[in-house]
């Protein structure tokens, strides 16, 4: 990878990202930002059965692909929710 990646989030995340208070908010995305420099840190793990991976910041999990030079975030949610990976399809 020659340099940072591009940040492409989806509108399910950008609406979640919505209705968070400021503190969690500031959490997620700097989880997110940090993604942008690192995008398979140690806590990331694949997804069985899809090419997405997922991680946590605090008690919320963030969906997302690497695909050439962008990072795409599809979706953010609860960690103890399935809702998240509904979204998937």
């Known amino acids: 990878m020659s340099g940072p990646l591009a940040l492409d989030l989806s509108r399910d995340a950008l ?21 942008l420099r690192e995008p398979h840190p140690p806590d990331s793990k694949l ?13 919320y999990r963030i969906i997302y692909e690497v695909q050439g030079e962008a990072l795409r975030v599809f979706t953010i949610g609860k960690r103890n929710d399935g809702e998240v990976y509904r979204h998937l399809g």
């Not at 919505?18 to 969690?24: C, F, I, N, R």
């Not at 997804?47 to 008690?59: I, N, S, V, W």
């Open 47 to 59: 997804l069985k059965g899809a090419p997405y991976y997922r991680t946590d910041a605090g008690e």
């Open 15 to 35: 609406k979640f990202l919505d209705t968070l208070p400021p503190k969690q908010f500031r959490q997620v995305v700097q989880k997110v930002f940090s993604l």
